[in-house]
């Protein structure tokens, strides 16, 4: 079975500036899609947030899932097209992106797909090969609790308004009444009926 493996290689020098050896570190595919598969939400359901790995000409490396297939990109290996998540491809195609490959240290952004709006976030990793890391979530995960509370505040609001406007013409009504038998009561004593 083939195995897909991230490796990186730097040359060591000793104390002297000599050449010393080559130190090779690799990475497994699996292991990289593990990293970027860990939860970031403190939930009892599944945790929306979608975590993936681009390279700066926005191709994932990492966050298509464990089927996901790779392709050879020149020297490289990336995720082939076709098996990129479509929240993830919309969000690779966002101008935020560009932002963190223009020398941002972060950028984030929003956008619609599918009739859901997405929060979406990107921020380089440090010591790699110019690569991004991007979040992609669900904007109702963090404002489905803050829209629950603001319908309850207008539904309130709501009542308190009616209360308000019927005890109003509760009050009118007993004023204009009162000013009336007032009214009666002046013309009979100018009338002088006692």
Same mark, same amino acid.
């Given at each position: 079975?083939?195995?897909? !493996?991230? &490796?990186?290689?730097?040359?060591?020098? *000793?104390?002297?500036?000599? $050449?010393? @050896?080559?130190?090779?570190?690799?990475?497994?595919?699996?292991?990289? %899609? @593990?990293?970027?598969?860990?939860?970031?939400?403190?939930?009892?359901?599944? *945790?929306?947030?979608? #975590?993936?790995?681009?390279?700066? @000409? +926005?191709? =994932?490396?990492? @966050? +298509?899932?464990?089927?996901?297939?790779?392709?050879?990109?020149?020297? %490289?290996?990336?995720?082939?097209?076709?098996?990129?998540?479509?929240?993830?491809?919309?969000?690779?195609? *966002?101008?935020?992106?560009?932002?963190?490959?223009?020398?941002?240290?972060?950028?984030?952004?929003?956008? %619609?797909?599918?009739?859901?709006?997405?929060?979406?976030?990107?921020?380089? =990793? &440090? +010591?790699?090969? !110019?690569?991004?890391?991007?979040?992609?979530?669900?904007?109702? $995960?963090?404002?489905?609790? /803050? #829209?629950? #509370?603001?319908?309850?505040?207008?539904?309130?609001?709501?009542?308190? /308004?009616?209360? /308000?406007?019927?005890?109003?013409?509760?009050?009118?009504? &007993?004023?204009?009444?009162?000013?009336?038998?007032? =009214?009666?009561?002046?013309?009979?004593?100018?009338?002088? !009926? $006692?």
């Amino acid at each position: 079975q083939r195995r897909v !493996e991230v &490796s990186v290689q730097k040359a060591i020098e *000793d104390a002297q500036g000599r $050449f010393a @050896g080559v130190l090779r570190v690799g990475l497994m595919k699996d292991q990289i %899609d @593990g990293a970027v598969r860990q939860p970031l939400a403190d939930t009892t359901g599944a *945790d929306p947030h979608v #975590i993936f790995l681009c390279d700066s @000409g +926005g191709r =994932l490396i990492a @966050g +298509g899932g464990q089927d996901a297939k790779v392709t050879v990109f020149g020297d %490289d290996l990336r995720i082939a097209p076709k098996d990129v998540p479509p929240v993830v491809a919309r969000a690779l195609q *966002d101008p935020a992106l560009q932002k963190v490959v223009s020398g941002q240290a972060h950028a984030g952004s929003s956008f %619609d797909l599918n009739g859901e709006n997405y929060l979406c976030t990107f921020r380089p =990793l &440090s +010591g790699t090969q !110019e690569w991004i890391v991007g979040i992609v979530v669900p904007r109702k $995960f963090y404002l489905a609790q /803050i #829209i629950a #509370i603001r319908e309850r505040v207008l539904g309130a609001l709501l009542v308190l /308004i009616t209360v /308000i406007a019927v005890s109003g013409a509760y009050i009118i009504r &007993s004023v204009l009444r009162a000013h009336a038998m007032i =009214l009666r009561e002046t013309a009979r004593m100018k009338e002088f !009926e $006692f």
